[in-house]
T-cell receptor, first 116, second 114 residues
Framework: AQTVTQSQPEMSVQEAETVTLSCTYD???????LFWYKQPPSRQMILVIR??????QNATENRFSVNFQKAAKSFSLKISDSQLGDAAMYFC?????????????FGEGTQLTVNP | SAVISQKPSRDICQRGTSLTIQCQVD?????MFWYRQQPGQSLTLIAT?????????ESGFVIDKFPISRPNLTFSTLTVSNMSPEDSSIYLC???????????FGAGTRLSVL
């Protein structure tokens, strides 16, 4: 079974600075997807970024980028030029590419605080 | 992307009663999922709902307690039956879009059982 680990329960960053959230996972599969979701106090889970394991190039979405290290099974999220609206719980998630409708396996989450 | 409407957004219920949570997607999707989330914690999958077949439940969750319906490709309900205070939690539905294997989520239902 796959597992996802986020070793940082809480992180904080100054507004306009850069922060990196860590995520490691364990799997025996070679083809899969990795995600970062953001959950603000409104509870809405918002997709931040998606990475396909067969792609070596790291995914980027505006101020958000990932460092995907397949051999090390590491998938960190970098947030540049942090904004107050980035404050939220961030979840790393794994999905097998084997079948349609595969479940997501979530990490424990990292609570990010952005200080003005 | 898919837009998911979930209701009610919150409810306060009495012990022993049941609550049905509705999840509506703005487009046809193959798979829908129901999660439970304790405050400050991660999401735990309750079951996967495929249209036209019985839901598949995860270990620790049973159909008698959490019956699920999936009558068509855009709608699903989760019922929390015979509630106890231990069922107080946030319940979220999600749906997987046809492209890119991405799950989109509803805003969740905050349930409090007295």
């Amino acid at each position: 079974a796959q597992t996802v680990t986020q070793s940082q329960p809480e992180m904080s960053v100054q507004e306009a600075e850069t922060v990196t959230l860590s995520c490691t996972y364990d799997t025996s599969e070679s083809d899969y997807y990795l995600f970062w979701y953001k959950q603000p106090p409104s509870r809405q889970m918002i997709l931040v970024i998606r990475q396909e394991a067969y792609k070596q190039q790291n995914a980027t979405e505006n101020r958000f980028s990932v460092n995907f290290q397949k051999a090390a099974k590491s998938f960190s999220l970098k947030i540049s030029d942090s904004q107050l609206g980035d404050a939220a719980m961030y979840f790393c998630a794994y999905r097998s590419a084997k079948t349609s409708g595969s479940r997501l396996t979530f990490g424990e989450g990292t609570q990010l605080t952005v200080n003005p | 992307s898919a837009v998911i409407s979930q209701k009610p957004s919150r409810d306060i219920c009495q012990r022993g009663t049941s609550l049905t949570i509705q999840c509506q997607v703005d487009s046809q999707v193959t798979m829908m999922f129901w999660y439970r989330q304790q405050p400050g914690q991660s999401l735990t999958l309750i079951a996967t709902a495929n249209q036209g077949s019985e839901a598949t439940y995860e270990s620790g969750f049973v159909i008698d307690k959490f019956p699920i319906s999936r009558p068509n490709l855009t709608f699903s309900t989760l019922t929390v039956s015979n509630m106890s205070p231990e069922d107080s939690s946030i319940y979220l539905c999600s749906a997987e879009g046809v492209a890119k294997n991405i799950q989109y989520f509803g805003a969740g239902t905050r349930l409090s059982v007295l």
